[in-house]
């Protein structure tokens, strides 16, 4: 007979794990909070407008390509890769740079400010390609049964990379490059982590490397969230079920094992093995009432940012505008430093555009674009009301409307806003932080949230807030990692 894994959350991780464990004869049962599947990497359809929710592009398509192949199925979505990978525009009258991997010809268009750039580039991605190829599979993508196991294997990274663990993205940068913009646009990638250039781990200048020399990154035919209803399809092929509107809130338990659990109507579901997708701090601390996840000390644990996020669709081509752009205002410093704590430095923000239509014209209606923005902005522990959330989006439209030259208000055919209040009620994170527990040095690796249980033998976890972390090729990672304790259990 074969065992039956209950999948709580339908998020990347989950999805993934679920195929993997098909492959292998299991039978897998999906439970849903939300009424249709994909936790983050979700969708809104409105007035004729498709947006993706969340992530918007992603990186690492080999760890894609690679994890479905052992699961036995085609790659069941289309994807390419991005050249310019991004655009930033800098305010204040400031210039437009376009990120292309080809640095020479990246390097054209920083001649007159940053003298040398190709030369110090170059010594920059050296340096993120060895931290790397020194770092990811050795500790990256590796299970750790408890932190004597994680310190030995820490000892085997090569010992030339310790200096990087003693400083912060910024300062690792401002080692290799003297103009601010240079500066501020290579550290950008310390935000897709949920934190700052300032409070994000240099280590993570790896990422870099895997931006302009290994694989780039790729938008998805159709919108993002094609992800999803692919594998979604192809679960659902195997024999895997699903089951929405179901939020679990309590457990019971024999002994060292989990026996079932229990949603906020009182259905309960019985199991050989669980796997919990929702944040692995947050629902040991909730669901699970453990003391070391308590409210009180999730609240000392350190989270990532929150995010307002906007979708808004206008009756209008916007032919000049890119895929992805960030827009960063006069005080890039001042508001990185700022952003995760205080209510104020919301006045000139730095914020992201994506115009999904532009290379996916079937989510808008024609003569239309459909445009997804994020600002990074404190979470709920440090910004509980949003009440003024409209003079917000409304003052980083206006921006938005100056830098292109388009005043877009009277174009605005639809517009949803998304808060971290939103993001909190919709996906369970905690205070709204967009993607769960930071990497600071004490939560990356083995010290991160385990992804088995602490006490239940037959109960697992996948996703952001466990090992490995954030991000879609890591959400993959996730579920290949624990689906190897599954297998060996």
Known sequence: MKKKVTIVGTGLGALSSGLLLLKNGYEVVFLEKNLQPGGRL???????FTFDMGPSFFS??????????????EMPFRFVELDPLYSVHFGGG???????????????????????????????????????????????????????????TLMKVNPVHIPVLMKMFWQHVEAYFDSHEARQIV???????????????????????????HDGYHNVEGGMYNIVKGMVGELEK?????RYGTEITEVEADGDRLTMVIDKEGNNYISDIFLINADAALFRGRVLKRKKFSEANLRKMEWTMGYLTFYVGVDMKLPDLNLHNYYLGSNFEEYAHNVLRNPDSLQKPYYYVNAVSKHNPGCAPEGCESLFFVCPVPSLQY???????DEIVD????????????????????????TPLEWEKNFNLYKGSGLGLSHKLSQIGGLRPKNFDEQYRNLYYVGASTTPGAGLPMAVISAE?????????
């Not at 292309?100 to 003298?115: C, H, M, S, T, V």
Request: contains cysteine.
């Open 238 to 242: 195997r024999g895997a079920t699903f």
């Open 42 to 48: 979700n969708q809104i359809k409105k007035d004729g």
């Open 94 to 152: 400031g210039r437009t740079f376009h990120l292309y991997k080809d640095i020479k010809k990246l390097a054209e268009q920083f001649r007159d400010i940053e003298p040398q750039f190709e030369a110090k580039m170059e010594r920059y991605l050296a340096k993120s390609g060895a931290l790397f190829h020194d770092t990811f599979d050795i500790v990256i993508r590796n299970n750790f049964d408890n932190y004597l196991d994680y310190f030995i």
């Open 395 to 418: 003052s980083i439209l206006a921006d938005f409307s100056h830098r292109i030259g388009v005043d877009l208000m009277p174009h605005i055919v639809t517009k949803t806003i998304h």
């Open 187 to 213: 550290s950008l990638v310390a935000f897709f982590l949920g934190r700052t250039p300032f409070d994000t781990m240099a280590i993570y200048s790896l990422l870099s490397y895997t931006e302009f020399r």
């Open 481 to 489: 990692m624990v689906c190897e304790r599954i297998l060996k259990a």
């Open 383 to 389: 910004k509980s009301d949003w009440s003024d959330r």
């Open 60 to 73: 690492m398509s080999y760890v894609f390509t690679d994890f479905l192949k052992k699961c036995g199925v």
